[in-house]
Structure formats: structure tokens, C-alpha cells
């Protein structure tokens, strides 16, 4: 059998995902499984890395026998994962020397303060596109480096590895053959400079990171070498890399200047495709890269919020007011009208456009007769609230935007797409697609097999599920909203 398949892997914050996609780009097979959340300390997160690749090789042999294809029938791999989490590991033994420090660990949030203090920012700012905030890997790096014993003796030694999650997995699906991390996350990590492309050697010695430690900078879709034999039963080569919400844009088929995702899983990412131009935000937005083919970067604006699906993860494990985050919908629909309860979920501080680490979330406006359906809409609301804060953002910025296509585990949800749509007074879209993540990972890969002639052929697949138009009248959306920026006001750690 010809070789006309692709395998997707989407090793995201809390499941790891295989998915078999035909020509068509249709999936065909899923697999999928939780990953186990660590919490050391208040406010640190990790993975194990030896249970992320455990998965990985898990789910993609599952995906594959669920498809009854052997590996013969896959034309490549595509690799997409959550962003900035940090890898580090022994270059012979393959072994990490610490747990994965996930996204949304704020452990060097001193750090951050301390390089904010000696103004810093706008260097890192003007070179990498990001602010300086414990998001990003760099900071994180820095942390393994100086807490685990040896490590950077080591490092400099050039005997240990850096990688964000699709660069270990590369490393290891090819059997250490290949130390390399796609420009999507490369730009994520505080280290890169998206403007000259390369690492940026006075960052590096900013942050006091020994350059041996880095991985080649390649593009989203090239041949990235195969994986070893014994994995899935014959080599497979990997052909497309990228940062989970850089390929949703590309599964979203944002391809043209003006298009805007957003996709709501843990968190809520809004990209804004830019074109060629790296656009500077005046309002605290980032400037990242949406993909790069061919050594020709497409940047993006994007809009990061730690807390969507997590809020109403917390509803379900912390205050167990539901049962199944699905159950939100109806507890949420049961709210008394004009209730004006608010919640800021800045359990790890507030991402974009406020970068506060400090912050910490919020309930206002609690009354005696505030009960779980209040607060379980109140919960869904500061999702769209905040997707205004990014949308606000991005208009301030110069941009037109006519539609949001929207993705992720959270869109399902009806009445919350239709809200957000009221919130946003923008049109939803919501594709027949919402795996967009994985899809946007098999186009790269398709793209290098040329199971797909361009992008632009790619694009063409995109299919409306279903939009939502705004129906809310202006004045009642506003005073909401101002509702929302007075609540947020409450929770700043600056005032
Ligand atoms: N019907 C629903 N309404 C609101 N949130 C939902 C609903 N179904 C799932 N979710 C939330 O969506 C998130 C899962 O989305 P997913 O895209 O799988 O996340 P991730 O890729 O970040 O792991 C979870 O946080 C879950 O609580
Ligand atoms: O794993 P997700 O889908 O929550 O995405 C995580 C982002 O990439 C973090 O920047």
C-alpha cells in the first residue's frame, strides 16, 4: 500500500494524542492519554519526561493498529506540542536530569522581576517578541541550570541537551540522532531572535546559558530524520514541526494577514497571522512566529491566557460542583439573569495583556443568593472577558477583525460560543474540525511528503461547522465588560 497516511502527535498539557490522518486529511484513528500533573510547590507545574515519551510511543502504536495500518502506510509524522515546557537531558544516556518545568510553572517569577528591575525588557522584547515573564523556557532553563546539582558544569561541557516538548521527542523517536526544535518554539523561548533568526548570543549571556546546550533551528516542514526502527515497526521519517497554537493557526487555515484563532483547551491562545511583518504590539501582545517554510518566517501577534478549560477543570476537581466539565453547560444555563458575579481566574497570575505573575484570582460580587450555577457562569464568562482583553488588543494594534475561528475542547460548549460572540460582538466560527492542533501538524508533514501541493490547498479544506453571530445590543455588552476591567483592577498585584 502506498504510503498516503500521516500520524499526528499533539503532546499537550494534560493528554498526549495520536492521530491518523488519510490524504484527505481526514483522521481516521485516535488515541489519547492523560498526562499526570506534578505541583512541588504552590505555583510549580511539571511533567515526567519519561511518561511523556511512554506516551507518546503508547498512543502512536495504538493510533496506528486502530487504523489497521502498519508503518509502511504512514508517509511521516507531524510533531505538535504544548509550548515553553523545558526539557533537559544527558546527551548519551538520553536520560532528562529533571522533570519537565511546564508553561505554566511561575518559579522564576524573581528572576523575572530582577531583569525587569534592571530594565531588560524591552531587549527581550524587541529580540524575541515576548515580554519578560516565567512563561517562557528561558528563565526555566536558567532554573534547571543552577538547582540541579552539576548541571551546568555539564552544560557547558556540551555533554547535556535543552529542548522544549518536540525537540525531546525528536531526540528521541530518532534515536538521538537528531537535536533540533522547529522555529515555532524556538521563538518561545526567550533565547531566539525572531528578527535574524538564530539564537541570540547576548541573551545567552543574559541569562548565563551555555550555547552547547541548544538544538538546530529548523523549519515547520522538512525532513527532521526517521524514527528508529523497533518504535512503531519500520522508520518513519518526522516531516513537520510546530508549537501546538502555531499549528492550530495552520489547522484553522489562518493563512492570510488579518486571520485570527483562537483555541480553548487548559488555556486560550488568539493568534493573529501578520503576514511577513513582525508587528510590535503597544498593548503587551506577542509577536511570535506562525510558521516558517522554506526559511521564510510568517509572524504572528498572539494573546496567551494561562486559565480557560482550567477554570472549569477547578469547578469540577476543586470545588466538584460538577461532575464532567461537559455538565458546565447546564449548571452554567441555570444562572439567575444579572446575577454580576465575576470571576478572575488568575490562579497563575494573568498572562496577556497584563503579564502579572503576582496576581491571584478572584469571585466578586457574591451575594446570599450566589450559588454553584452563578459561579459556573461566571467561571465560562471569564473566558470570553478575557478573549475580549486580547481582541481588544489586537484592534488597538491596527487590526480589522471581521471573525474569530475558534477551536479546542472548550467549543463544543454552544451557549459559551454564543456568548462569546455577545462578549466579542465579533462573529464565531466554529470549523467541523476542532482537533485543529493535530490536523495542523499532519498539513506540515503532508506538505513535505506532497500528500498537499501548498498551503494554500490546504486552506481550501477548512469547513464551517456553525457561526455565531453577536446578538447582544452594544450598551449591555459594554457594561458588562466594564464590569469585567473593574474586577480585574481588584486582583493586580500593582494596582
Ligand atoms: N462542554 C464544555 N464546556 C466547557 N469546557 C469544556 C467542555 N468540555 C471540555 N471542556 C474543557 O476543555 C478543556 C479540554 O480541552 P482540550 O483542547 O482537550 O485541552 P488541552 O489540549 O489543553 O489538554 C478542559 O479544560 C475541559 O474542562
Ligand atoms: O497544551 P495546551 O493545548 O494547553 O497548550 C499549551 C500552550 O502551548 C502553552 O503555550
Same mark, same amino acid.
Given at each position: 500500500?502506498?504510503?498516503?497516511?500521516?500520524?499526528?502527535?499533539?503532546?499537550?498539557?494534560?493528554?498526549?494524542?495520536?492521530?491518523?490522518?488519510?490524504?484527505?486529511?481526514?483522521?481516521?484513528?485516535?488515541?489519547?492519554?492523560?498526562?499526570?500533573?506534578? @505541583?512541588?510547590?504552590?505555583?510549580?507545574?511539571?511533567?515526567?519526561?519519561?511518561?511523556?515519551?511512554?506516551?507518546?510511543?503508547?498512543?502512536? &502504536?495504538?493510533?496506528?493498529?486502530?487504523?489497521?495500518?502498519?508503518?509502511?502506510?504512514?508517509?511521516?509524522?507531524?510533531?505538535?506540542?504544548?509550548?515553553?515546557?523545558?526539557?533537559?537531558?544527558?546527551?548519551?544516556?538520553?536520560?532528562?536530569?529533571?522533570?519537565?518545568?511546564?508553561?505554566?510553572?511561575?518559579?522564576?517569577?524573581?528572576?523575572?522581576?530582577?531583569?525587569?528591575?534592571?530594565?531588560?525588557?524591552?531587549?527581550?522584547?524587541?529580540?524575541?517578541?515576548? %515580554?519578560?515573564?516565567?512563561?517562557?523556557?528561558?528563565?526555566?532553563?536558567?532554573?534547571?541550570?543552577? =538547582?540541579?546539582?552539576?548541571?551546568?558544569?555539564?552544560?557547558?561541557?556540551?555533554?547535556?541537551?535543552?529542548?522544549?516538548?518536540?525537540?525531546?521527542?525528536?531526540? &528521541?523517536?530518532?534515536?538521538?540522532?537528531?537535536?533540533?526544535?522547529?522555529?515555532?518554539?524556538?521563538?518561545?523561548?526567550?533565547?531566539? =531572535?525572531? =528578527?535574524?533568526?538564530?539564537?541570540?548570543?547576548?541573551?545567552?549571556?543574559?541569562?548565563?546559558?551555555?550555547?552547547?546546550?541548544?538544538?538546530?533551528?529548523?523549519?515547520?516542514?522538512?525532513?527532521?530524520?526517521?524514527?528508529?526502527?523497533?518504535?512503531?515497526?519500520?522508520?518513519?521519517?518526522?516531516?513537520?514541526?510546530?508549537?501546538?497554537?502555531?499549528?492550530?493557526?495552520?489547522?484553522?487555515?489562518?493563512?492570510?494577514?488579518?486571520?485570527?484563532?483562537?483555541?480553548?483547551?487548559?488555556?486560550?491562545?488568539?493568534?493573529?497571522?501578520?503576514?511577513?511583518?513582525?508587528?510590535?504590539?503597544?498593548?503587551?501582545?506577542?509577536?511570535?512566529?506562525?510558521?516558517?517554510?522554506? /526559511?521564510?518566517?510568517? @509572524?504572528?501577534?498572539?494573546?496567551?491566557?494561562?486559565?480557560?478549560?482550567?477554570?472549569?477543570?477547578?469547578?469540577?476537581?476543586?470545588?466538584?460542583?460538577?461532575?464532567?466539565?461537559?455538565?458546565?453547560?447546564?449548571?452554567?444555563?441555570?444562572?439567575?439573569?444579572?446575577?454580576?458575579?465575576?470571576?478572575?481566574?488568575?490562579?497563575? /497570575?494573568?498572562?496577556?495583556?497584563?503579564?502579572?505573575?503576582?496576581?491571584?484570582?478572584?469571585?466578586?460580587?457574591?451575594?446570599?443568593?450566589?450559588?454553584?450555577?452563578?459561579?459556573?457562569?461566571?467561571?465560562?464568562?471569564? %473566558?470570553?472577558?478575557?478573549?475580549?482583553?486580547?481582541?481588544?488588543?489586537?484592534?488597538?494594534?491596527?487590526?480589522?477583525?471581521?471573525?474569530?475561528?475558534?477551536?479546542?475542547?472548550?467549543?463544543?460548549?454552544?451557549?459559551?460560543?454564543?456568548?462569546?460572540?455577545?462578549?466579542?460582538?465579533?462573529?464565531?466560527? &466554529?470549523?467541523?474540525?476542532?482537533?485543529?492542533?493535530?490536523?495542523?501538524?499532519?498539513?506540515?508533514?503532508?506538505?513535505?511528503?506532497?500528500?498537499?501541493?501548498?498551503?494554500?490547498?490546504?486552506?481550501?479544506?477548512?469547513?464551517?461547522?456553525?457561526?455565531?453571530?453577536?446578538?447582544?445590543?452594544?450598551?449591555?455588552?459594554?457594561?458588562?465588560?466594564?464590569?469585567?476591567?473593574?474586577?480585574?483592577?481588584?486582583?493586580?498585584?500593582?494596582?
Amino acid at each position: 500500500m502506498p504510503a498516503r497516511h500521516i500520524l499526528a502527535i499533539d503532546q499537550g498539557t494534560t493528554s498526549t494524542r495520536a492521530i491518523v490522518f488519510d490524504a484527505a486529511a481526514r483522521a481516521v484513528a485516535t488515541s489519547q492519554r492523560e498526562l499526570p500533573q506534578i @505541583y512541588p510547590a504552590p505555583g510549580w507545574v511539571e511533567h515526567d519526561p519519561e511518561e511523556i515519551w511512554r506516551a507518546t510511543v503508547a498512543v502512536c &502504536r495504538d493510533a496506528l493498529a486502530r487504523a489497521g495500518l502498519d508503518a509502511a502506510a504512514v508517509a511521516g509524522i507531524g510533531i505538535t506540542n504544548q509550548r515553553e515546557t523545558t526539557i533537559v537531558w544527558d546527551r548519551e544516556t538520553g536520560a532528562a536530569v529533571h522533570n519537565a518545568i511546564v508553561w505554566q510553572d511561575r518559579r522564576t517569577a524573581e528572576r523575572c522581576a530582577e531583569l525587569k528591575a534592571a530594565e531588560l525588557e524591552p531587549e527581550f522584547r524587541q529580540r524575541t517578541g515576548l %515580554v519578560l515573564d516565567p512563561y517562557f523556557s528561558g528563565t526555566k532553563l536558567a532554573w534547571i541550570l543552577d =538547582n540541579v546539582p552539576g548541571a551546568r558544569a555539564r552544560a557547558e561541557a556540551g555533554t547535556l541537551a535543552f529542548g522544549t516538548v518536540e525537540s525531546f521527542l525528536l531526540w &528521541r523517536l530518532t534515536g538521538g540522532r537528531r537535536h533540533a526544535s522547529d522555529a515555532t518554539n524556538a521563538a518561545r523561548t526567550l533565547l531566539y =531572535n525572531i =528578527n535574524s533568526q538564530r539564537w541570540d548570543l547576548d541573551l545567552l549571556r543574559l541569562l548565563d546559558i551555555p550555547h552547547a546546550l541548544l538544538p538546530e533551528v529548523v523549519d515547520c516542514a522538512g525532513d527532521f530524520g526517521a524514527t528508529t526502527a523497533d518504535l512503531l515497526g519500520a522508520p518513519i521519517p518526522v516531516l513537520g514541526m510546530a508549537g501546538d497554537q502555531q499549528a492550530a493557526t495552520v489547522g484553522q487555515a489562518c493563512l492570510k494577514p488579518g486571520m485570527v484563532k483562537s483555541t480553548y483547551g487548559t488555556g486560550c491562545f488568539a493568534l493573529l497571522n501578520t503576514g511577513a511583518t513582525a508587528v510590535r504590539s503597544k498593548h503587551r501582545l506577542l509577536t511570535t512566529i506562525a510558521y516558517r517554510l522554506d /526559511g521564510v518566517a510568517t @509572524y504572528a501577534l498572539e494573546g496567551s491566557i494561562f486559565v480557560a478549560g482550567a477554570a472549569v477543570q477547578w469547578l469540577r476537581d476543586g470545588l466538584k460542583l460538577i461532575n464532567r466539565s461537559a455538565d458546565v453547560e447546564a449548571l452554567a444555563g441555570a444562572a439567575r439573569p444579572g446575577h454580576g458575579v465575576f470571576m478572575v481566574p488568575a490562579f497563575v /497570575g494573568l498572562g496577556a495583556p497584563y503579564w502579572d505573575p503576582d496576581a491571584r484570582g478572584a469571585l466578586l460580587g457574591l451575594t446570599r443568593d450566589t450559588g454553584p450555577a452563578e459561579i459556573a457562569q461566571a467561571a465560562l464568562d471569564s %473566558v470570553c472577558y478575557q478573549t475580549r482583553d486580547l481582541i481588544e488588543a489586537m484592534k488597538a494594534d491596527g487590526a480589522a477583525i471581521a471573525a474569530l475561528r475558534v477551536d479546542g475542547g472548550m467549543v463544543a460548549n454552544g451557549p459559551l460560543m454564543q456568548r462569546l460572540a455577545d462578549t466579542l460582538g465579533v462573529a464565531v466560527e &466554529r470549523p467541523t474540525v476542532t482537533e485543529t492542533t493535530a490536523l495542523g501538524a499532519a498539513l506540515l508533514a503532508g506538505l513535505q511528503a506532497g500528500l498537499f501541493p501548498s498551503l494554500d490547498s490546504v486552506a481550501a479544506t477548512w469547513q464551517l461547522d456553525r457561526a455565531f453571530a453577536p446578538r447582544e445590543d452594544q450598551a449591555a455588552r459594554d457594561q458588562r465588560y466594564a464590569g469585567w476591567q473593574a474586577a480585574v483592577k481588584r486582583v493586580r498585584s500593582a494596582g
